[in-house]
């Protein structure tokens, strides 16, 4: 398992690359980039908030500038340093999507990020309603900067592990499934093409079943109370779990409408969102190590862009779609740090920390796609990965940064192959070669079928108003 | 802070002195009664399911012998060893507390637990209805066994730290309010004196608070993935969070019926249950140590005793009674190891741990009562005890055990000086003389205010339905 397996450059690459943002996920893509796209280290240019203080840029060559960038100067610092054919890769957190994205399109500069985001304040900003905050929301306004017949550069949304692979791996699992049912398929060419796969295979559940097991090596200093860990960033994981409201694709074959349910008034009608944060939404998953695990609807653009690529029909009434959302159970440490956030009430508290270096190497991360109701119950695709062989796969990574840098990566060489695609998402593009691209860096990846549904065990100490009709309705995964 | 503190004798016991189960509060509590209670060491007997695999009986000079109890033999095993005027000291989980009180009272010996136990699988006896499963049935059955004006030898019943010695704290916090108001009052003698001072005082709501702090050392092995660990009986803590139905006693003040509460038929009406476990219910409570904190609406003896003792008027339509349950956030290896077993539906997984000497010293356990809507806001009083001091003042404890043992060991004794009270619980008896035996163990005995509500910082994000007239109303308390 050595660089040896990869082919060394993917593109050759002639303009500037600058990178926004320089935490967990900007530290961990520099040596992917480097070494996949052949471009010499000078035409990197790195801007954060806190310039370069784990030396990492400098330690490729890679200049990092201590820029905070705000409304008020973004246009004048991305001028000075980006044009036409160059690169933004946008990995802050703090700094608006859409206005980058907007910027880039002015001057011709491709674009990528793997979130959506708001500029500073924009999740907890109480002016707006509730959803004014959603990745709904976010996700239409990013999408509503598409110039039909004119693409403009390429700007690739949300292109990480999750958002972003995951959605290769959903078309992956039908695939694979069409294969178990004995009716093979081709790939799809089209977007109503994968709906149509979905639906005959009767597929009602996704979940973005994700189970982090890291936790930090013996010795390492504990979690003092009121810390807030996480093996990635901790604003950006605060924000989308305690701020926003839990988001999730709305399936056809729901029969139920939830109390704290909300729909849009205007957009794609394929998702919903709570009165509520994910944080304090748990819902019934299943990962092929954990087991059934309860985890967190944490808001997620893929639950959103899924479900509205695998709709069917007329968006307000359609034929089919199904249930998307993201079934987060972060690491132990995370746990116990939203039990003390929820605490106070959403509040941060005393001090964060993002685990790395200090996780125990054999720590894993399992990522995947969960597809239920269909003829097999349920089916589990995803990477598995230690953290010791994310560090060896590359160096400044863990197992969760790994799956969301080689992402990006790829994504990067796609969108420098293509540089005139317009406003994309992961949805958009060719999932074989897109996963082949990143797979080298995935781990293991499992495709584990189980006879698992939320009703098993159920309801044998206290009566609960279950479904028992169809397990896969949404109250059934629900935890009252 | 050693021995030479404490009188070492508080009292001379000439019967024998048989002590049911030996897991962490047994263990624990053998060098406190040996300690103060004249006895020489082959008048005490342990039975427990697997004798003394610790070496902690046989290094005290006391025979402990391997015995399982069950319906068929517990007369013929108990008849063998004890009779009038020795003592049971009941440590057990899995052996029926009604069982042993009915026997002992036949046999003319005293009894004590911790808890008023069914025999092994009554608390997960589907053929029961949920009510016949609640703390409010165990604790009529045992109140039933009384024969009115034949008290007969005492039985003192759920008298650990909570239950037990709470229901002192709660005393001693009415008179510590009475004072900081400017209203003293000499210690009410009756009962109807001590319900009469918390509605005066305006008392609308007690949590029995707790925060365990405590985590294992560094270089002990950590949890493994669904191990369920615990600094005290892992099978008595499962069943009472997990498997039991969520108790409380049920105030005046609460205007809204919960939508999963329901009422006993019968009994002394103080407590009402919700059709969940506690370990599925949690509450919003505050200690000093914590300040707000997310806690488990976990059932328990005290939450009804203290309810009730608390009540003036018709127990059918009372003038007074305050909301009292328990709010309890264990340490950080507990709430993930409940997260674990919510997972599997609430039933155990693999293995399970109590860690005692594992227990880093510094490490605290919090555990008090709050009262709450008075004129002062919020009056936390309880002990702050380190497992460092614990160790310090008695081997083979942790600070979680030390609460319980010195509770037990005062039970003991004033069992012993009043041979022949009956059946009763900590709130029969006298609280400042009960809390003069304990106070040497508990560490700081701590008084705090506050002016925290569980309105403090609610709904800044997302609307919630509360009542904001009354903060003190459950609805605001609960975690939706």
């Known amino acids: 398992m050595g660089p040896a397996r990869y082919p060394q450059h993917h593109h050759r690459y002639g303009g500037r690359l600058l990178i926004i943002g320089f935490g967990s996920i900007g530290q961990g893509v520099l040596p992917l980039l480097l070494r996949h796209i052949e471009m010499p ?7 954060s908030r806190r310039g370069d203080p784990s030396g990492i840029a400098r330690a490729h060559g890679v200049v990092a500038e201590a820029v905070e960038l705000t409304p008020a100067n973004l246009r004048q610092e991305l001028q000075r340093r980006i044009g ?115 639906e005959g295979l009767g597929v009602r559940v996704i979940h ?11 010795g ?14 901790v604003e950006g994981f605060v924000d989308e779990a305690c701020h926003q409201p839990a988001e999730l694709g709305w399936g056809t074959h729901e029969r139920e409408w939830p109390a704290d349910a909300r729909r849009h008034d205007s957009g794609c009608q394929a998702a919903i969102y709570l009165n509520r944060p994910g944080a304090a939404t748990r819902v019934r998953s299943w990962t092929p190590l954990a087991g059934p695990q309860q985890a967190f609807l944490v808001t997620h653009a893929e639950s ?49 920390r993002v685990l790395k270096d200090e996780i125990e190497p054999a720590g894993r991360d399992e990522l995947g796609v969960l597809l239920m109701g269909h003829a097999k119950g349920a089916y589990w695709l995803g990477s598995r990965l230690s953290t010791a062989d994310a560090r060896a796969l590359c160096p400044h990574n863990s197992a969760t940064s790994l799956q969301v840098t080689a992402a990006v990566m790829a994504g990067v060489v796609w969108a420098m192959r293509h540089p005139a695609a317009g406003i994309v998402e992961a949805d958009d593009l060719p999932f074989a ?17 189980s006879d698992w549904t939320p009703l098993v065990g159920r309801a044998w100490l206290f009566d609960e108003e279950l479904d028992r009709e169809d397990p896969w309705q949404f109250r059934n995964f629900r935890v009252a």
């Open 41 to 47: 280290p000078e035409q990197l240019l790195v801007l």
């Open 84 to 198: 036409a054919s160059d690169f933004v890769l946008n990995l802050s957190v703090n700094v608006s999507s859409l206005a980058l994205i907007a910027l880039c399109r002015e001057l011709g500069a491709l674009y990528l990020d793997t979130c959506v985001e708001p500029w500073d304040g924009g999740y907890t900003d109480t002016r707006l309603q509730v959803a004014g905050r959603t990745n709904y929301a976010f996700r239409e306004q990013a999408l509503a900067l598409r110039a039909p017949g004119n693409e403009g550069p390429t700007a690739l949304l949300a292109h990480g592990a999750n958002p972003g692979m995951v959605s290769y791996l959903v078309k992956q699992a039908l695939i694979d499934l069409a294969r178990d049912v004995g009716a093979p398929v081709a790939a799809p060419t089209r977007r109503d093409g994968w709906a149509a796969l979905a």
């Open 208 to 218: 973005i079943a994700e189970r982090d097991w890291q936790v930090a090596a013996p």
């Open 220 to 233: 390492q200093p504990p979690r003092r109370p009121g810390e807030f860990l996480n093996t990635w960033s």
């Open 304 to 352: 959103i862009s899924i479900a509205d690529h695998l709709t069917l029909g007329d968006a307000a009434a359609p034929r089919y779609r199904p249930t998307v959302h993201y079934a987060y159970r972060p690491c132990d440490d995370a746990v116990l740090s939203l039990a003390d956030a929820a605490a106070r009430e959403w509040r941060l508290g005393e001090g964060e």
């Open 433 to 449: 070669q897109m996963l082949d691209l990143m797979q080298p860096y995935l781990g293991d990846l499992v495709g584990a079928y």
